[in-house]
């Protein structure tokens, strides 16, 4: 097997699609905020800046394992760290849809699949719904997926979904019925992107979770590379 060219990333533009992480950032309603508790100082010490912090592994950019859905979290099986870091990894399509307050359904995608030679829709998705990012506010109303687009989006062998909002399941769902559609069709996904800078488009998506073995999520640093 041939080595992977090298990606000389001079030749690339790299668009941060992660929202900050601080204080400020929104949670679910519910969870627990970032919040830092510095326990050495530079000033006291001599040496060192030392900090720890707390906040739900959903705060932010991230993304859910199936551990989050279903079963024990005290088991160790379909934690963050087992996510398929593939799926995380290469050919992305930025679809944008902004602004968009509602679930995205197949019937969304269907012009676009159909104007699209079938070879050429990525293996990764991800959803542009919102012009701007207010990454300290929850907005309840915002576009989600529904799980007769994620079936649809199975037969294309997509691998992977994104969107610019907290959740691929609206504020007020019981069920999480598109948590669980996702998990049965084997794809991955992630939430709360920022695709403000992100043009409809092809790119090389990288946003690795971290390896988190206790966890039913983890945040990850998404980016997008684009031939400059
Ligand atoms: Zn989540």
Same mark, same amino acid.
């Given at each position: &097997?041939?080595?992977?060219?090298?990606?000389?990333?001079?030749?690339?533009?790299?668009?941060?699609?992660?929202?900050?992480?601080?204080? =400020?950032?929104?949670?679910?309603? !519910?969870?627990?905020?970032? +919040?830092?508790?510095?326990?050495?100082?530079?000033?006291? +010490?001599?040496?060192?800046?030392?900090? $720890?912090?707390? &906040? +739900?592994?959903?705060? !932010?950019?991230?993304?859910?394992?199936?551990?989050?859905?279903?079963?024990?979290?005290?088991? !160790?099986?379909? &934690?963050?760290?087992?996510?398929?870091?593939?799926?995380?990894?290469?050919?992305?399509?930025?679809?944008?849809?902004?602004?968009? *307050?509602?679930?995205?359904? $197949?019937?969304?995608?269907?012009?676009?699949?159909?104007?699209?030679?079938?070879? =050429?829709?990525?293996?990764?998705?991800? *959803?542009?719904?919102?012009?701007?990012?207010?990454?300290?506010?929850?907005?309840?109303?915002?576009?989600? *997926?529904?799980?007769?687009?994620?079936?649809?989006?199975?037969?294309?062998?997509? =691998?992977?979904?994104?969107?610019?909002?907290?959740?691929?399941?609206?504020?007020?769902?019981?069920?999480?019925?598109?948590?669980?559609?996702?998990? =049965?069709?084997?794809? $991955?996904?992630?939430?709360?992107?920022?695709?403000?800078?992100?043009?409809? !488009? *092809?790119?090389?998506?990288?946003? #690795?979770? #971290?390896?988190?073995?206790?966890?039913?999520?983890?945040?990850?640093?998404?980016?997008?590379?684009?031939?400059?």
């Amino acid at each position: &097997m041939p080595e992977l060219p090298w990606l000389d990333l001079d030749n690339y533009d790299i668009i941060d699609i992660s929202l900050p992480v601080d204080s =400020k950032t929104a949670a679910f309603p !519910g969870d627990i905020q970032f +919040s830092r508790n510095v326990t050495l100082t530079y000033a006291d +010490s001599n040496v060192i800046n030392l900090s $720890s912090f707390t &906040m +739900s592994p959903h705060v !932010g950019t991230h993304a859910d394992s199936p551990i989050h859905i279903y079963g024990d979290m005290d088991k !160790g099986e379909g &934690m963050a760290s087992q996510l398929p870091l593939g799926a995380y990894m290469g050919q992305a399509q930025v679809i944008d849809l902004a602004d968009c *307050f509602e679930p995205i359904t $197949s019937k969304h995608i269907s012009s676009l699949v159909s104007s699209l030679d079938r070879s =050429k829709l990525a293996p990764r998705l991800l *959803f542009r719904t919102r012009h701007q990012i207010r990454y300290d506010v929850f907005e309840n109303n915002y576009a989600s *997926f529904t799980p007769d687009l994620i079936e649809e989006l199975q037969k294309h062998q997509v =691998k992977l979904v994104g969107i610019d909002t907290p959740s691929v399941d609206p504020s007020d769902s019981k069920g999480l019925e598109t948590h669980h559609a996702l998990h =049965k069709c084997k794809m $991955s996904w992630l939430e709360n992107l920022d695709l403000t800078h992100a043009k409809a !488009g *092809f790119y090389t998506l990288i946003a #690795l979770p #971290l390896k988190f073995c206790e966890l039913e999520a983890s945040p990850v640093r998404a980016v997008l590379l684009k031939n400059k």
